[in-house]
């Protein structure tokens, strides 16, 4: 859930815990991303371990939308358990959470990397996969992008979110904190990133929500294209 930085040899704790949505709001979910934490050019082989061939062609798509975007890297989806990324919908864990990008490499073989909450909304699960394959990518949150324009009203965000499965610190660390350091490869604030939370307006001083993305954006596209073009 630390999108700013991670220590080398500790293990990695998971990158996101998307928070329910507050009421009023649809399902929360350019750029922003870590680049100590890409992949190298080549091929990635994802495992997918899930409960049924919905599922995995949900994923399977959301994936080729990122693929479409990363001419650097190459994906061998295979079922099972042995992949770089590990992807599980395991319902002894909980959650919707990826580990940031290379960060996988620290993670324990018989661990996944990613885990999805089952979910038998197509459109909102799909969503959902694209957010946290962005994080396994290296992308972190669209709306802690330090360029964001975002007027939180900070005490109706920590009511809205915190809970007890969602503390008041994983609010903070992953909606209002504002990532810093020479790691990150920042560009223009995007509303529309599929990295950005969905809410609603009455959280924030203007009254301006931000609707659930479901599809990669321009700037995503953009981003991922940067990150990962052919020659880095
Ligand atoms: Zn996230």
Sequence with gaps: MRV????????????????????????AKRGLADTRRLWPPGVITVALDLRDQKSSALVVDAIREWAHNTPALQFRIVSGREGDIRISDDEGLKGDWSVIGT???????SEPTMHLDRNDDSKTFRA?????????????????????????????????????????????????????????????????????????????????????????????????????????
């Excluded at 959902?128 to 994080?135: A, I, P, S």
Aim: proline share 8%.
């Design 128 to 232: 959902t996969v694209l957010h946290e394959f962005g994080h396994a990518l290296g992308l972190l949150h669209e709306h802690q992008n330090p360029e964001h324009t975002i007027n939180w009203k900070k005490e109706a965000v920590y009511k809205a979110y915190a809970s007890d499965n969602f503390p008041k610190e994983l609010v903070y660390s992953q909606i209002l904190e504002l990532p810093v350091g020479d790691h990150l490869g920042v560009t223009t604030y995007d509303s529309k990133s599929v990295m950005h939370y969905a809410y609603p307006g009455y959280i924030t001083h203007d009254g301006k929500g931000v609707d659930a993305n479901n599809w990669l954006s321009d700037g995503d596209k953009a981003i991922a294209r940067k990150l990962y073009r052919l020659t880095r």
């Design 103 to 109: 960060d996988a490499d620290n993670v324990p073989l």
């Design 4 to 27: 700013t930085s991670q220590n080398s040899g500790t293990p990695p704790s998971p990158a996101d815990n998307e928070p329910p949505a507050p009421a009023g709001a649809s399902r």
